[in-house]
């Protein structure tokens, strides 16, 4: 593999002198991805964003860029470009100097400048912008802004912590869409934080997944939803029946899982222990089928209907099944089975294949 592009060996913060916020923190980003750091508040996402930009100091491990250590660089030395979810826009300043400023403090003659932001400007949209204060802008405007004010001294890293969350859904969808096209165009590695799962998914190359400031997983977003490496990334990525159980057969990367009211399913290992061991399976909703016809599943059982909800392109059907067992199921309109009514029996199945068997402790 090519040399990465930002490198972080053995990366430990600690604020307190006591708990780590980030442990051992091993990640490469190759040059041109989009990267995204995706967990729940208080995973240390951005406590390794801020200490990428030289805004924090790790307390142990080294930080690379091109090959380079910057642990001991100042942040305006390190040609970062960064976007904040507070736009962090000068409100006494005009558009063109909040874009100008970056050139401006890196001592830019004044000549070339004028230039530089109207391309900048125009990247994000806003020809004609220029003379505007950022209060003359709606929020969605002023976002294009930092992001015009961060790409503008051409960066080849730019570093995102959750850029988009002050704005509306519709905006935000729009804004996503924008900035994936901008890093296509401009094939600039982007390092983006967010809680948000969606925006994770649709923009990124590939997704570190963190919980208490560990990386849990890191791939694809097609891989961290079809091959969650454990109980922790399946839960937070995606809807999914969860099934408790024990272990009691484990044979070549499949077993026998024992649920608690005694029915015995067969599922795929991906990090189940040995036999004896409590797991929890992960079945995502739409895998379920009803009344699957012969064949197809090779895990089968009845349930009972409790509840039918009607989401336009889909049915989530809600439904009991191994005794107090809750198991959703995404019904797509198009098939008959929007007729199922509540409290009626139904048989409901999946393939052994779409059952995963995860370590209970992520
Ligand atoms: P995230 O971005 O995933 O929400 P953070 O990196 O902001 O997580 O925070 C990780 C942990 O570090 C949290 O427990 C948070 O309270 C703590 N923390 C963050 N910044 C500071 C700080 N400047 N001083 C002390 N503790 C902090």
């Known amino acids: 593999m090519a040399q990465p592009f930002v490198q972080l060996k053995g990366v ?3 604020y307190d002198g006591e708990n780590l916020v980030v442990r051992d923190l091993n990640l490469d ?3 041109g991805e989009f990267l995204t750091m995706l967990g729940p508040s208080g995973s240390g996402k951005t406590t390794t964003l801020m200490m990428l930009a030289g805004f924090e100091t790790a307390t142990h491990g080294e930080i690379f860029l091109d090959g380079n250590p910057i642990n001991r660089l100042a942040p305006e030395d390190r040609n970062i470009g960064m976007v904040f979810q507070s736009y962090a826009l000068f409100p006494h300043m005009t558009v063109a100097e909040n874009v100008a400023f970056p050139l401006m403090v890196r001592g830019i003659p004044k000549t070339g400048i004028g230039e530089k932001v109207k391309r900048a400007l125009a990247m994000v949209g806003l020809n004609g912008f220029d003379d505007r204060r950022p209060s003359q802008l709606s929020g969605g405007q002023q976002q294009r802004v930092a992001v ?7 960066p080849k890293l730019v570093l995102m912590d959750e850029p988009l969350s002050a704005l509306d859904k519709q905006l935000r969808e729009q804004m996503q869409y924008e900035i994936k096209q901008l890093h296509h165009r401009l094939g600039v590695t982007v390092v983006y934080v967010t809680h948000d799962q969606g925006e994770a998914l649709t923009m ?3 997704v570190a997944v963190f919980n208490n400031g560990v990386i849990q997983q890191l791939d ?5 939803y079809e091959q969650p490496a454990n109980a922790f990334v399946a839960s937070f990525i995606g809807e999914n029946n969860k099934l408790y159980g024990k272990v009691v057969l484990h044979d070549k990367g499949w077993c026998d899982v024992r ?3 005694g ?8 990090s189940a222990g040995s036999e004896g061991s409590s797991t929890m399976l992960s079945l995502r909703p739409e895998r379920v089928l009803i009344n699957p016809a012969a064949g197809v599943c090779e895990v089968v059982c009845q349930a009972r209907v409790k509840d039918v909800t009607y989401l336009g392109d889909h049915l989530r059907v809600r439904a009991m099944a191994f005794g107090e067992q809750q198991i959703v199921v995404k019904v797509p309109n198009a098939s008959q089975e929007r007729l199922v009514g509540i409290d009626h029996d139904i048989q409901i199945g999946w393939r052994a294949a779409d059952c995963h068997a995860l370590d209970v402790v992520a």
């Open 29 to 31: 980003i190759r040059e």
């Open 220 to 224: 694809t977003p097609e891989r961290l």
């Open 12 to 14: 430990q913060k600690t």
């Open 263 to 270: 029915s015995t399913v067969r599922a795929k290992s991906v």
């Open 259 to 261: 649920l608690d009211d």
């Open 204 to 206: 990124s190359d590939r």
């Open 148 to 154: 015009a004010r961060a790409l503008v001294f051409e």
